[in-house]
């Protein structure tokens, strides 16, 4: 894995512009601009942190509310991000009596964050890292803490200590698993003292701390002990050839694991990921032993759980029906291990979801699900780390993770679980819907509207540039199509599957506003009305129902068709056939798709500002109306006009009306005449 020596990043220059950019700040000084710069550096390589793991801390001095010099503990907010930290994320802690407690003989977590709390100079800044006691016990001024990738594959050991020594010597202390909080930090504080020379320690199952006088010394600490550990695998590591397994069709297979995980209460989204490491991994035969062995570090649990669902679907059964026992068996296991728990520590607990997050698929690779995209991708990461961890623990000795107690009392932490946040779901948590047309107009209004009820979105348009920007502002993925290319949209919905491990729904908005008398219309252009304002909705549609009949979990299919269904105009035949049409292919698709689950609905918008009508066409459609453009827009029954954002306030809620199907839903003001009868 480590193809260069790990070298320290330090940049006098930088160093002094990071003086320059946060030590003015309030509440700041250069003691805490440094502690950010070096953070940075650490936050900024993913062998050593990922996803809020880690944390760093300095000792100065702040201005009190009373005017008076306070000597001050910064630490880490807890949760935060060191690649992205600024000096609001390092709560400032009173230091002296902080450091106190480490007289006491014990104390409670929900007490040392109430410690931590009312010594806070800031009451509004956010909780200190559940290590802050560990960093305040230590006398040093800069201390630096990560979960390194070399540093775990020496520490997951049996006889961990026994390879430190080898490799370390003296320059770090040995401190043995304690769970994180007073404990660990009295423990370590007790070694340290053990050991005043020490540079710093490393934490058995857990990671490795460095200090210094400076940020720079600390830091630079804690690089060279993360490259020794790296150089000592490399010196120690053999290649050993995997036989590949016959690769695995993701786009097929995913939205049968998709559509099983979360029993029927629970969507999540999923992420494959795929690499050599990880497919000698998965493809490897010790591939359950080495799996089942545990998480890297217990900080992991709570975005892995305590092992990930070994999916072996190369023993020639149905795919579905090797998964259905499988997720059974690993649910049977799980709900074990918690009773299991409960009882030898006495304990009252309320069981998590039985779920697996990591699915090892040989054939295949990694599968990450998770609450929403970002979920999912963080317990890939962690996981894609985990298996290099592991392959290096092996090549110096054998991984060993923690027993079941330790990851259990880790996973049920309260202070652990807070990270996770328990915000209410939004309505469309976990549902991955398609938008067409969304570069623009209504497309645009629908899927900002969808992103903030949760939605994962894959986003097309044939506007490149327009829908790139969209789609980065939301965190989508996007294709940029012809929508009447029947294998292109079949592609794309393939390509938004192997994304997000399935598709829920659909928002077919993508049209043109052709106009022609009827029976003058060139062939040409009802032709090229039909393939966009019908036969185009009808490629989504029977892409996206495929994907979703294969999960099994129902979804929705929403149209935008128009007023012009139940009310055409002059001159616009070829626009008003297709999109009656296409109400008929909705209805069509409610007959067909209730037995799954599959709702089908259509919204008929009438006079809403887009670029489906240019101006001049506009003003002329106004002026035989013998009104100005802006009163048309107002020409309805309740005398306000219409907007995008009302338009997709209906798609919404359609696609949350679990109870109906084959409606036509108008969004126009109030127009009887064209009211669906």
């Not at 193809?3 to 003086?19: E, K, N, T, V």
């Not at 295949?364 to 623990?393: C, F, Q």
């Not at 040409?524 to 009808?538: C, D, I, R």
């Amino acid at each position: 894995m480590y193809g260069s020596p790990m070298r320290s990043a330090w940049s006098d220059h930088d160093a002094q512009a990071a003086i320059q950019r946060w030590g003015q700040l309030p509440g700041s000084n250069a003691d805490l601009a440094l502690r950010v710069y070096t953070s940075r550096l650490i936050g900024a390589e993913p062998s050593l942190v990922l996803h809020g793991g880690g944390n760093t801390s300095v000792k100065t001095t702040r201005i009190d509310d009373a005017g008076q010099s306070v000597e001050v503990l910064c630490v880490k907010g807890s949760g935060s991000d060191l690649a992205r930290i600024e000096p609001g994320g390092f709560p400032a802690v009173r230091l002296a009596t902080l450091a106190a407690l480490r007289r006491l003989p014990a104390l409670a977590d929900e007490d040392m964050v109430n410690a931590a709390r009312t010594r806070l100079l800031d009451a509004s800044a956010p909780n200190p890292s559940v290590e802050i006691l560990l960093h305040a016990f230590l006398p040093h001024r800069y201390i630096d803490h990560s979960h390194a990738d070399a540093i775990l594959a020496v520490v997951d050991q049996p006889d961990a200590e026994a390879i430190a020594r080898e490799l370390f010597g003296d320059r770090l202390a040995i401190v043995p698993y304690v769970m994180p909080g007073f404990a660990l930090a009295k423990l370590a504080a007790e070694i340290h003292d053990a050991h005043p020379t020490a540079e710093g320690m490393l934490l058995l199952q857990h990671g490795l701390f460095t200090w210094g006088h400076d940020a720079r010394s600390s830091y630079e600490r804690h690089i060279a002990a993360v490259d020794a550990a790296e150089q000592f695998i490399a010196d120690r590591r053999t290649q050993v050839a995997v036989a590949a397994r016959s690769d695995l069709d993701w786009a097929t297979l995913a939205p049968i694991v998709r559509g099983r995980l979360g029993a029927g209460q629970r969507r999540y989204i999923l992420t494959l990921r795929t690499s050599p490491t990880i497919r000698a991994f998965v493809d490897d035969p010790a591939l359950r032993d080495l799996a089942t062995r545990g998480p890297a570090t217990p900080d992991h649990v709570i975005r892995t759980k305590q092992h990930p669902l070994v999916l072996d679907l190369g023993t020639g059964g149905d795919p579905r029906e090797v998964l259905e026992v499988e997720l059974a068996a690993y649910r049977a296991r799980y709900d074990q291990y918690v009773a299991q728990q409960v009882a030898r520590k006495g304990v009252s607990r309320t069981p998590l979801d039985p779920d697996p997050r990591i699915l090892l698929v040989p054939g295949l690779g990694l599968v990450a699900a998770g609450a929403d995209a970002n979920s999912a991708a963080i317990a890939a990461d962690i996981y894609e780390h985990t298996i290099a961890i592991i392959g290096d623990a092996e090549a110096i000795g054998r991984y060993q993770a923690l027993p079941d107690g330790d990851i259990f009392d880790m996973e049920y932490w309260s202070l652990e679980q807070a990270k996770l946040g328990k915000s209410k779901p939004r309505p469309l948590a976990g549902r991955v819907v398609v938008v067409t047309g969304a570069a623009r107009g209504i497309g645009n209004a629908v899927a900002r509207a969808f992103a903030g009820a949760g939605a994962q979105l894959w986003l097309i348009d044939r506007e490149h540039e327009a829908l790139a920007k969209l789609a980065a502002s939301l965190g989508a993925g996007h294709d940029t199509l012809d929508v009447t290319d029947r294998d292109a949209v079949h592609r794309s919905v393939a390509r938004a599957v192997e994304r997000f491990g399935g598709v829920d729904g659909m928002v077919s908005n993508a049209g043109t506003a052709p106009q022609a008398p009827i029976d003058a219309c060139p062939p040409e252009v009802l032709q090229a009305s039909l393939a966009v304002n019908l036969l185009a909705h009808q490629w989504f549609a029977e892409a996206i129902t495929r994907c979703v009949r294969a999960q099994g979990t129902g979804g929705f299919l929403l149209f935008n068709a128009s007023k012009s269904a139940f009310n055409p105009g002059p001159g616009f035949g070829p626009y008003a056939i297709a999109k009656a049409a296409l109400v008929a292919l909705m209805k069509q698709y409610a007959i067909e798709g209730g037995p799954y689950g599959i709702r089908a609905n259509a919204i008929n918008a009438d006079r809403v500002r887009t670029d489906l009508l240019d101006r001049d066409a506009l003003a002329e459609r106004a002026r035989a109306r013998g009104l100005s453009p802006d009163e048309y827009y107002r020409a309805n029954l309740l005398g306000r006009e219409c907007t995008v954002d009302d338009v997709a306030s209906a798609f919404l809620a359609l696609a949350t009306a679990e109870g109906t199907t084959g409606t036509v839903f108008p969004v126009d003001g109030g127009n009887i005449a064209a009211a669906p009868r």
